[in-house]
């Protein structure tokens, strides 16, 4: 089946810990999103990569890392620098090429802080 | 920059019953507008996109959402609600225009009552 695979899906960190999660998908998508979910707040973009070795700041990148060393792969770290990174982690591609696309999204990581 | 509004954060509908859940938005181009729907502890799922063409545009699971640029709205609707239905909803646009960048809504919860 083709898809998006999401790493692990309960993540539990200590405080001032660095965590990483892992997005792989095998859908030969060239674009790769990182979201974070909280209650109330709907979906808000933190990194963005349109092709390998490429990627962009989204709207709250402060305190996360990415990289994009494979087209299959797009692993988030979360830092020590993110003062309240419990919340729920999406990980997207975007169907095909062009502008009339759409997204696809993994399972998703829920990240808790203790 | 764009934008999505949710005004409501939960709808309450009786099973058979019609529902409507609305979503206003504004970006500076024309508009390229999708619905979701989540599960919880799941991803989005996609459940319909307007382009252009018709205002009616039909999705999954007999959704369908209605496009008005006038009122720049594109409320989801669905003829009879079913209890599995419940789940919270997402609205999201895109400028055609403008990088692939997606904008979301904060989520209806949707709650479909036997």
């Known amino acids: 089946d083709g898809g998006i695979t999401q790493s692990p899906k309960y993540l539990f960190r200590k405080e001032g810990q660095n965590v990483t999660l892992s997005c792989e998908q095998n859908?030969?998508?060239?674009?790769m999103y990182w979201y974070r979910q909280d209650p109330g707040q709907g979906l808000r973009l933190i990194y963005y990569s349109q092709i390998v070795n490429d990627f962009q700041k989204g709207d709250i990148a402060e305190g996360y890392s990415v990289s994009r060393e494979k087209k299959e792969s797009f692993p988030l770290t979360v830092t020590s620098a993110q003062k309240n990174p419990t919340a729920f982690y999406l990980c997207?591609?975007?169907?095909?090429?062009?502008?009339?696309?759409?997204?696809?999204f993994g399972p998703g990581t829920r990240l808790t802080v203790l | 920059a764009q934008s999505v509004a949710q005004p409501e954060d939960q709808v309450n509908v009786a099973e058979g019953n019609p529902l409507t859940v609305k979503c206003t938005y504004s970006?500076?181009?024309?508009?390229?507008l999708f619905w979701y729907v989540q599960y919880p502890n799941r991803g989005l799922q996609f459940l319909l996109k307007?382009?252009?063409?018709?205002?009616l545009v039909k999705g999954s699971y007999g959704f369908e959402a209605e496009f008005n640029k006038s009122q720049t709205s594109f409320h989801l609707k669905k003829p009879s609600a079913l209890v599995s239905d419940s789940a919270l909803y997402f609205c999201a646009v895109r400028d055609l225009g403008g990088y692939q960048k997606v904008t979301f809504g904060t989520g209806t919860k949707l709650q479909v009552i036997p």
């Open positions: 997207a591609t975007l169907t095909g090429s062009g502008s009339y696309n759409e997204q696809f």
């Open positions: 970006v500076s181009g024309n508009p390229y």
């Open positions: 307007y382009i252009t063409g018709d205002n």
């Open positions: 859908l030969n998508h060239d674009a």
